[in-house]
């Protein structure tokens, strides 16, 4: 069902010119597809993943897509209509260029050579891919979290590339508690002996400290009523506490289930370069922000989502996103939608949530085809 | 000002025995004492502390005492009129019989060898030592947090000795995500290979696990303004972002500070114990648990005091508690204290908190003494 491709889009002569000065001379691609693109090449949608996702959005390969509820035959995202691209992230560890790779320079990882990176830097290599593509305009930009903040982000910089950005429990500037977990997570992963200052073998590393970090920032990803709902105070297998230090209650064996099972898919080094990227992340603070937006003929036009059960991006981010985007006279729409999962309802099969975002779609394909 | 005491409450032929079977043969009780004690004995007040505290809960050595808002001369509880009474918790490393005591049948630390301790373990050990100092019927407990706990435990199995219970920002019954919480900083404390199974040598140990674990309770223990107020996105040192892992943010220091700290002061094995006693802790879950207050000709009298910024135990924990003291008919007050420091507040000098708890308290001794 998918085409999964894989795409040099810098080199030596050509290199990809960070954000934070610098530039990166190789730098490959690994991204996924769904859909044909049509003749005027503009039903494309553009699938951002958020910070530990990969370019696996929607079914396919015999794989369950990590967006599966959004993307797919007869989803808002619709593959039977729209030509889906997501790419695995500048940075990531699933296909495309990251900390882990190879430094040609070197012959060993990156490690901790690999520059630090901003979300205009996932942005100017999703740009590459695009134009790699053949394609223009996006029909839309859609993401959660910090595949939200990509699409903010775009849509400022390249708006004549966004038709429509879906911005979904996503922030434009993280705050004190939001840094401090990532804090703790990223000192969790550093303070690891098995780090080894980032020279660690493929297939070792910080195994503990990379799972510290995820089974904390799980906890944030749901929301407490919806922990309470699913484990409460339920002991794992049993109906008397063993009264242990192991696992004893539900909740903690959810935990080590989250922590264990990422280490077989993610890489320590890519966990600290996207959490600090998410950290600097403030585009609404550079002058000219909006310029490039506001100055465009067809504007972007923008849909911002939040969850109220959400505590990690909660509805106050979303609606601070759209104050500045209404202010600067950028179309735009905000929705808060009720849902008890937290911030991972983005990933959830919420009715009221899906239906938005494909209203939104759909109004974004007539616009383009003339169809009514 | 104190009195800086050790005493040994339990020997080998009169052991404690704990509430989840088994029995320590040697349990001695590190403890300090402000005020005298008159003559009726019955101006005494036991302070139970939190998590982390130890005896010193009121200025005194020249040292400033962990609740010198709350305890010392002219204070709520005031050391002028009260005999004022706080022991190190058992299970603590402060003193008093714990974890990384020296166990008499093998003459190296118990480790992981220490029996699992009940909040109810404490409060035996908390009675033995009250009885020790000759006095039978305390004026008042007064706890904040996990010394909530154990105020509610005490007024709960022997209300005889407690005239007044005050139990501050305190729960009867962790939800999933505090349990969820403590399960992560526990599991940041096993993984360190530090760790040794609990033998390490003093001084050293899972130095690395200990201080993520304190940092992440230190994301709990703040509301999300208090943090966005006390640090915002500020830049430590310096206007610009230096866009580096190490740190960076205000809020990154203070993490980090409060993580080595800790380790000056505090044991792992210690904090496995004691947050693990939270954990379990479900006093109304005992179906017999009301029996002994409800039965009291001189019922305990209760304080339960929240705060609205608190979302480690919030007002509805405390609501629970006040909401089962009330259908068995004990004389109960509840607040709920503005104030916006988080579960951290229980410590601060927020004046409404403290004159709640200073006129509570005034009363108490009016009723002992016929004064009015």
């Given amino acids: 069902m998918s085409v999964v491709e894989t795409v040099t889009l810098f080199t030596p002569e050509s290199p990809l010119h960070l954000d934070g000065g610098g530039a990166l001379g190789h730098v490959q691609v690994a991204f996924e597809t769904w859909g044909t693109l049509n003749e005027a090449r503009d ?6 993943h958020a910070l530990t996702g990969d370019s696996h959005a929607a079914d396919g390969d015999g794989r369950r897509g990590w967006w599966d509820t959004m993307v797919g035959p007869g989803r808002p995202v619709d593959t039977d209509r729209f030509y889906v691209i997501c790419p695995n992230l500048l940075g990531g560890c ?42 223009d305009r996006l029909l839309a930009v859609v993401g959660g979290s910090l595949g939200g903040m990509q699409a903010l ?23 004190a508690q939001n840094i401090a977990f990532s804090a703790v997570a990223r000192s969790a992963i550093l303070r690891d002996p098995e780090f080894a200052a980032g020279q660690y073998a493929e297939g070792s590393g910080p195994r503990d ?3 510290i970090a995820r089974m904390m920032a799980h906890i944030t990803y749901l929301s407490e009523e919806a922990m309470a709902e699913k484990f409460g105070r339920r002991i794992q297998d049993a109906d008397e506490p063993r009264r242990q230090f192991g696992i004893d209650f539900e909740v903690e064996s959810y935990l080590e289930h989250q922590g264990t099972t990422f280490l077989d898919r993610f890489d320590a080094l890519s966990y600290l370069y996207l959490t600090r990227a998410l950290d600097y992340f403030d585009p609404f603070a550079e002058p000219s922000a909006l310029d490039a937006a506001t100055a465009e003929p067809t504007p972007t036009r923008f849909l911002v989502m939040s969850f109220d059960s959400d505590w990690r991006f909660g509805t106050e981010h979303s609606r601070r996103i759209t104050a500045r985007l209404n202010r600067a006279g950028l179309p735009t729409s905000f929705r808060e939608i009720s849902a008890p999962h937290g911030h991972d309802s983005f990933l959830m099969d919420v009715p009221d949530y899906l239906a938005t975002v494909r209203a939104f ?12």
């Fill in 43 to 48: 039903n494309a949608v553009f699938i951002a």
């Fill in 361 to 372: 779609l759909d109004r974004a394909e007539q616009e383009v085809t003339g169809a009514s």
């Fill in 209 to 211: 400290g990379l799972a």
């Fill in 94 to 135: 699933r296909g495309t260029t990251g900390p882990a790779s190879t430094n040609p320079a070197t012959g060993a990882s990156y490690g901790l050579d690999f520059p630090l990176l901003s979300i205009r830097d996932f942005v100017t290599v999703h740009r590459a891919l695009v134009q790699h593509l053949g394609i």
């Fill in 153 to 175: 982000q775009w849509a400022l910089d390249a708006p004549d590339e966004v038709a429509n950005a879906v911005v979904i429990a996503a922030s434009s500037r993280l705050t």
